[in-house]
């Protein structure tokens, strides 16, 4: 493999060669990527069984899915949004006109977490794609599995110069950071986006940072409590929990709070069977420190459902806490796991006043009827997005960007959102040499009047 400094300078060299600024360039490799899933698609699935024990159907839906929708639709609008954007100009500007034109960055680096290893490398980098840039990535080396198949797919569909996956852990992330990279993409925890946000400020280079969070589900009174056990089941429990937009833990109103909790255990049952742990579709947990890590919290609480364990497999259960309280370890930190802890409230307003004061959480879901108090909540939340009446739903949906706010994280993506990351916006005013207006000289009428 190349050494990282040279990679970054024959990427460089590649894009000043002007190639990927071509609209059609663009569309071709965006093709080439498409048809590179479809040739590797069985060896994506043995990747992800290995390292998360994910079903083909879940592998399908939540991995190789939802780059292909991002190819069709930015492939569908790109020449739209490649072109320069019009704009008014004041007339104190007469004769003159004015245009945003988007140019790509340059050498831009994809650092991916390991939850959604295939997804959250190639998702941004089809944004990148888009925009004209170059692209590192580097997989997370939690799933190994589906880093090296990554690596050879890209290494056999793209020149190095042009699109390249480095592989390998926190170390060979920092050797790419010590690089002049021109923009930087990080998925992952918070903790490690503020060291990514310090390195990038050396050189000043621009980031997203897509990082995770707490994120709350309110159950209201007037909720529909069927149809909320099963989104809120399916978003929390899908990946094993390990999702960073997943529920982290239910605020339900005590009026409704057995009756939720009854239809949530029962809807564990319809998904995942009696017996989870013998259920071969179910996704472990990455590895043994995250597991060890989870383990902790079975402590918290009372269980209401769930609670064993596999420690060879590195399997646990989808477990529901009663009586978890807003002190205990488990509201600490992002659970990132199958642990669900419910919380009672009996005022919605002071749950709304309590989240204000907490950090801002990527996601939040509210359930309830009521459309007043939907707004209410959305009007006095600060959050990255999220769903009323659902768990997870908005990130599918191109036209909504997707990311966070606050310690949950900077800037978005999905659809155009993904495009205008990558792109910097070139305020350009082209002036007409027919005349001269002379107010702004010194020396003229106008300037001795404003004087
Ligand atoms: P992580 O921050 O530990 O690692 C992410 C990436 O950063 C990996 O590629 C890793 O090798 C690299 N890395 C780790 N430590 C580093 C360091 N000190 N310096 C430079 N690079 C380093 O995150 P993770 O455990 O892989 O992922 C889980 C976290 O990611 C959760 O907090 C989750 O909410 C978040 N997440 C967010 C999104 C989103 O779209 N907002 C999506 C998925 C996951």
Redesign the pocket.
Known sequence: MLEIDNLVELQRSYFYSGQTLKYDFRIKQLKELKHMLQKYEKSVYRALKKDLNKSSYEALTTEIGFPHMEIDFTIKHLKEWMKPEKVDTPITHKGSKSLIQKEPYGVTLV??????PLQ?SLAPTIGAIAAGNTVIV?????TSETSAILAKMIKETFSPSFITVVEG??DV??KL?EQKIDYIF????????K??MEKASKNLTPVTL????KSPVIVDKDANIHLAAKRIVWGKFTNAGQT?VAPDYVLVHEKVKSKLISSMIKQIKVLYGNKPLENNDYVKIVNEKHFNRLKEFLSNGKIISGGRINPEKLLIEPTIFDEVNWEDSIMQD?I?GPLLPILKFSDLHHIVEKLKRMEKP?ALYFFGEKEKKQQYVFDNLSFGGGCINDTLYHLANPHLP???VGS??IGAYHGKFSFDTFSHRKSILKQTTKFDIPFRYPGSKLSHSIV
Do not use: H, Q, R
């Not at 650092?111 to 959604?116: G, V």
């Not at 990080?186 to 986006?193: A, E, K, L, R, Y």
């Open positions: 650092i991916a977490p390991w939850n959604y959250l580097k997989p997370s080396e939690y852990d926190a992330s920092n950071l990080f998925t992952g925890s918070t903790p490690v986006g060291i990514i897509e990082l995770g969070g960073c992002e990132f990527l997707f990311g966070g949950s994280g």
